[in-house]
């Protein structure tokens, strides 16, 4: 009964920003679990080779060329799947840029809006092109990917922005769960610590940062893609279904301290 739950044979997915890091973890554990998954990414070559990879070990996967910034091409890419399958049954809004190591005062116009345009505006579109069909379905799951960054204030690098952003996305979960939850679609969020992905490469260069990191997480170490795509598949799947409006914090206890 209770392992059934997990099951997503027969369902469709779509996983932004899936071509590598958490993404591509979240594209193989809903494929793994039966979901045909759809890779849509900025980068066509890293999605092809994520699509190669899944189609390797088995799975069903398609790659869509999508930026999040671009509203039509969002629209257009949710139009696609429905022509495609007929259906939408689960978004995963992935797609993010880290940005730091810059001061409040000192940042530029264009950082402030670079990050706000790809972390919270391209999950916006996204929830809003993909969540009109699962409205239209009465049936739907969305895990977005916020950030322990939304909960604190990280040290020791400044980021104001990006903190911003995912704090931002957590509230526009909680909204987004409060206007569809009796509409059929659930809408959830992740909240990760530090994950071994290219976009936190840059701090194992920088001794400082890195133990700041490590220092500030009982755990003692950074996390992994699939530690984070575990609860994704959680909260995707009907195991999670009384489940909205929640901001799921999986940080190895980082915000305890």
């Given amino acids: 009964m209770y392992l059934d739950r997990f099951n997503l044979k027969g369902r469709v997915a779509v996983v932004t920003g899936g071509g590598q890091g958490i993404g591509l973890a979240c594209v193989e554990a809903l494929a793994e679990a039966g979901a045909h998954v759809y890779i849509a990414d900025s980068n066509p070559k890293g999605a092809g080779e994520a699509q190669t990879a899944m189609k390797a070990k088995g799975y069903a996967a398609d790659v869509i060329k999508m930026d999040v910034t671009n509203s039509a091409e969002v629209e257009s890419a949710a139009q696609r799947v429905m022509a495609e399958k007929g259906r939408i049954d689960i978004l995963v809004c992935n797609a993010g840029i880290a940005r730091s190591e810059v001061a409040a005062e000192d940042a530029a116009d264009e950082r402030w809006l670079n990050v706000i345009d790809v972390n919270l505006n391209g999950v916006f579109w996204c929830c809003r092109a993909f969540g009109r069909h699962m409205l239209a379905a009465g049936r739907g799951s969305i895990v977005n990917i916020g950030s322990v960054s939304g909960i604190i204030v990280n040290k020791p690098q400044p980021q104001s922005y990006?903190?911003?952003?995912?704090?931002?996305?957590?509230?526009?979960?909680?909204?987004?769960?409060?206007?569809?939850?009796?509409?059929?679609?659930?809408?959830?969020?992740?909240?990760?610590?530090?994950?071994?992905?290219?976009?936190?490469a840059f701090a194992k260069t920088n001794k400082a940062t890195f133990d700041a990191w490590i220092e500030g997480t009982p755990m003692a170490r950074m996390g992994e893609p699939d530690e984070i795509a575990a609860v994704v598949l959680f909260l995707a799947s009907d195991a999670a279904s009384l489940m909205t409006g929640s901001i799921v914090v999986a940080d190895g206890g980082y915000t305890c301290w």
């Fill in 162 to 200: 990006y903190n911003a952003s995912k704090a931002a996305v957590h509230h526009l979960t909680r909204s987004l769960a409060a206007e569809w939850g009796a509409r059929g679609v659930r809408v959830n969020a992740v909240a990760p610590t530090y994950i071994n992905t290219p976009l936190t």
